[in-house]
């Protein structure tokens, strides 16, 4: 993002900040420092280096920096802050940019991220699908077990925005935060009626499928072969837009750092991975 782009975002984001820092306990100047964090990802910047951008530039002073902040600065942010700062201010800009828009299709899945060190004790070891290069390199064996957390989202495909998410550890099945998921964008956004969910095999489910059914929806769910055959993919045209989630993934861990993950513990990977989320409805969104 140009940094005439963001300056002319910043005070929307700071301004919608400043409210739920208040409501969290901190006081509105704290704001600053959240969304400082975000320009770091945006701008793709070390904790060294976001002290310098903020103390040197005039974005500075648009997020109400006086004096440059020094290095500890951020850590303590991160020790200080609640997660859910960063998460309710994700679901503000949501409210505020995509609410009106009927939502057609929906879809779900996951993507890992790895622990920064293995003394992690939050971080737990799951499955993930190895890319289609990494299983050319390795003749089909690619290890499929990494160590760390997983991002679970759920997407407009029509328009690559992520509606709802959830991280957890990375040994927690896709298909367990299915629920929250749906029931969170049906709370907040208008999914329209015969609505398509597009789902890879590890939502082919017996209580998915109803949960879809109950909301007068249509289920366009990959079958799973179950180890015994390979997982069936749907004739229904719309299916190949499912990858609209993967796009947001691979933008968020190219594009806005997702997968440089330097932080030990759930909160604070789970700071670091809102900032990204953040930045990335900074940069399709607003």
């Known amino acids: 993002m140009k940094i005439e782009e963001l300056k002319n975002k910043i005070p929307e984001v700071c301004a919608a900040a400043r409210i739920i820092v208040q409501e969290h306990g901190h006081t509105k100047k704290f704001a600053k420092h959240i969304v400082a964090l975000v320009v770091k990802q945006i701008k793709h910047l070390t904790d060294i280096e976001l002290v310098e951008f903020v103390g040197t530039d005039k974005i500075g002073k648009m997020l109400g920096y006086k004096i ?16 859910n700062i960063l998460r309710d201010l994700n679901n503000w800009i949501l409210q505020d940019r995509f609410k009106g828009r009927r939502v057609r299709l929906l879809a779900p899945d996951s993507t890992d ?12 070891w799951g499955h993930r699908t190895p890319s289609k290069r990494e299983q050319e390199d390795a003749n089909g064996k690619a290890n499929e077990m990494f160590f760390g957390y997983k991002l679970h989202a759920i997407a407009d495909a029509e328009s690559d925005i992520p509606l709802g998410f ?9 298909s367990v935060f299915f629920h929250n998921l749906f029931e969170d964008v049906k709370k907040r956004f208008c999914v329209m009626f015969g609505a398509k969910l597009l789902a890879d095999s590890g939502y082919d489910a017996t209580r998915i499928y109803k949960e879809i059914h109950d909301n007068n ?3 366009v769910i990959s079958r799973n072969g179950r180890g015994h055959r390979k997982s069936e993919v749907p004739k229904d045209p719309e299916y190949g837009k499912r990858w609209s989630i993967e796009r947001i993934f ?37």
Not at 71 to 83: A, G, I
Not at 113 to 118: E, M, Q, T, V
Not at 264 to 275: D, E, M, Q, R, T
């Open 217 to 219: 929806m249509e289920a």
């Open 68 to 83: 440059m902040p020094t290095f500890s600065t951020f850590s303590k942010v991160r020790e200080r802050s609640d997660p």
């Open 113 to 124: 991220i790895d622990a920064s060190s293995h003394d992690d004790k939050d971080a737990r």
């Open 166 to 174: 959830f991280i957890a550890p990375g040994n927690r099945h896709d």
């Open 250 to 286: 691979s933008r968020l861990k190219e594009v806005f750092g997702l997968s440089k993950n330097r932080f030990i513990g759930i909160k604070k990977v789970s700071i670091h991975i809102y900032s990204c989320l953040i930045a990335y409805l900074m940069e399709y969104l607003i």
